[in-house]
């Protein structure tokens, strides 16, 4: 079953819970989000794999879906977790699935996250997994958040 899927998910979605995302750059937004603001489900999802072939013309001529395998899910686990002890984080408790909801004024997660890219070109910080993107989202998510 798909992560979207899950029951328990369905719940959390009507109480406007977002999963956190699940790519390199917000990998570490569990770890600064406030704690209030923050929970997580056990993960009994499954993870898929698609695999596409295409002909010289460029024409897609299969498709193969398959559950990713445990070994294949640990070296992505601890891909992640090289990113994260890269920038300063430490790794993520496996077999999670994080929600985070947003602060007061925005409506969805990804204005808080477009939020965030906002203030890393305002102040000149990459928009990637590293220390001082961490730590100005870190930082903004504070102020939104109104944390001393």
Aim: proline share 7%; hydrophobic share 40%; charged share 25%.
């Amino acid at each position: 079953m798909e992560r979207e899927e899950l029951p328990e998910m369905r719940e959390l979605a009507q109480l406007e819970w977002y999963p956190a995302p699940e790519v390199a750059l917000w990998c570490f937004l569990p770890y600064v989000w406030p704690s209030g603001a923050r929970t997580w489900v056990p993960d009994r999802s499954t993870v898929w794999s698609m695999e596409t072939c295409v002909d010289s013309a460029g024409n897609v001529t299969t498709v193969c879906c398959r559950p990713l395998s445990e070994e294949e899910l640990l070296y992505e686990e601890a891909e992640v977790n090289d990113l994260l002890a890269e920038s300063g984080v430490p790794a993520r408790p496996r077999g999670r699935i994080w929600l985070l909801r947003p602060p007061e004024g925005f409506t969805s997660l990804a204005a808080v996250l477009g939020h965030l890219l906002a203030a890393a070109d305002k102040h000149g910080v990459r928009q990637a997994c590293c220390s001082e993107f961490v730590q100005l989202s870190h930082a903004e998510l504070r102020h939104l958040f109104q944390l001393s």
